[in-house]
C-alpha cells in the first residue's frame, strides 16, 4: 500500500504517540483542579500551549485550544460577527475554501450577513487588490486560507494582511494545510486569528487550535466554566492538547530539511509522470505551491475511476470532505478549468514518511493505469 494523501490526513508520529502515553492512564487529573494532580495537567497544558506559539511566533496566551480546524474556522466567523453586530455585516473571502469556511459563511448570510467570495486567477490565487476592491464601510472581517488542500497553491497573505491593517479590518487564515509544511509565522502573514487542525501535522484527530492576536475581541464561542481564556469554556482534552503540542515542537526541529526532501520527491513525481503522460495538467500555481502537492487532472478521464483501478495506491480526487463526489471540484471550477479536464483529477501529497521507491512506483501505477485507457 503507497499513501499519497497526506492533504487529507497523517500518522500520529512515535514521539507524539510516546509523550501521550502518560495522560492516557496516569497523569489523569483536571487542568482545572487544584491539587497536584491538577497542577500537572495544568503545566502540561500550557507546555503544549507554549510549543504552538513557539512555531507560530507568538505567545502562549494566544493560543485557544479547539477541536479541530472546523471549530477553530466557525469560532472566528460566528464569534466575530457576534461581537461586531453593531459595527458592520460584511465579510470578505474567496471562492476556494475548505467548506469549514465556505458553509459558514453561507450560514452567516442567512442570518443577514453579506458575504463576497472573491474570484481567484488560473493558479487559484486570490488578488490583493481584488480584496481591497471588495472592502466596505461595514467590512468586519477578511478571511483567506493560506494554501488551497486540494492544489496547494499558496495566498498572498502578507499583502492581504498589509490591506486589511490599512483598513482596521481583522484578519483570519485558515492555515491547516499550511502548518508543519512551510513557514507559519503570524507577523509576517500579517494575520489577527490563525486556525491550526491536527491531524495535518502528525498530531491526533478531534484536536486544533486558533491563533487569537493579543487585543483582538470575540465574544466566547462555549459558554460555562472560563477555561481557554473564557473563549471555550469546558475541560481541556490534555492528551490530545499535548500531542499537539509535540507535534509542532517536532516541525521546529525537522522543516528546514523536510521541505526541499519533500519538494524534491514531489516533482520527482510529477516529472516522471509528465514524461509518460504528456497531456497531464499541473493544477496551483507552478511555484508559489505547497512542497508536498501535486495535483494533476488526466484530460478526457475520471480521477475516480484511475484510483479505484488501483487499489493499492491511496490519494484523492479533491478534497477528502468531497472525495465520494465525481462532479468537478469548487475549486477546480473557480480556477476555469474545463470539467472535461478537471474530471480526471488527482491530488497526490506526499508526507514524512514518502520514500524515493513509493513515489517512482506510485508514478508508474497511474502511468500504467492511463495508458489502459480507462476513458469516461
Known sequence: MIYLDYNATTPIAQEVAEAMMPFILEDFGNPSSAHPMGKKAKEALEKARGRIAALLGCEGSEIIFTSG?????????????????????HIITSRIEHPAIINTALFLMETGLDVTFLPVDQYGQVDPDGVKKAIQKDTILITV??????????????????????????????????????ETKVDDLGVDFLTIAGHKLYAPKGVGALYIRKGVKIE???????????????????????????????IQGTLSREVPRIKALRDRLYEHIASDVPEAVLHGHPEKRLPNTLFISFPGMIGEEILSAL?????????????????????????GVKK????????????????????????QLLIDAVKDKIRV
Not at 480546524?69 to 455585516?89: C, F, I, Q
Not at 484523492?316 to 471540484?329: F, K, M, N, R, Y
Open 145 to 182: 486560507m493560506h494554501a488551497n488542500n486540494e492544489t496547494g497553491t499558496i495566498q498572498p497573505l502578507s499583502d492581504i494582511g498589509s490591506i486589511a491593517r490599512e483598513y482596521g479590518i481583522p484578519f483570519h487564515t485558515d492555515a491547516a494545510q499550511a502548518v508543519g509544511k512551510i
Open 311 to 335: 487499489p493499492e495506491l491511496c490519494a484523492s480526487t479533491g478534497s477528502a470532505c468531497h472525495d465520494q463526489s465525481v462532479s468537478l471540484s469548487h475549486v477546480l471550477a473557480s480556477m
Open 69 to 89: 480546524g472546523t471549530e477553530s474556522n466557525n469560532m472566528v466567523l460566528k464569534s466575530l460577527a457576534w461581537t461586531m453586530r453593531n459595527k458592520g455585516r
Open 340 to 363: 472535461e479536464v478537471g474530471m480526471g483529477a488527482i491530488r497526490l501529497s506526499l508526507g514524512r514518511p514518502t520514500t524515493e521507491d513509493e513515489v517512482d512506483q506510485a508514478a
Open 220 to 250: 466566547p464561542f462555549h459558554h460555562g466554566g472560563g477555561q481557554e481564556r473564557g473563549l471555550r469554556s469546558g475541560t481541556e482534552n490534555v492528551l490530545l492538547n499535548v500531542g499537539l503540542g509535540k507535534a509542532c515542537e517536532l
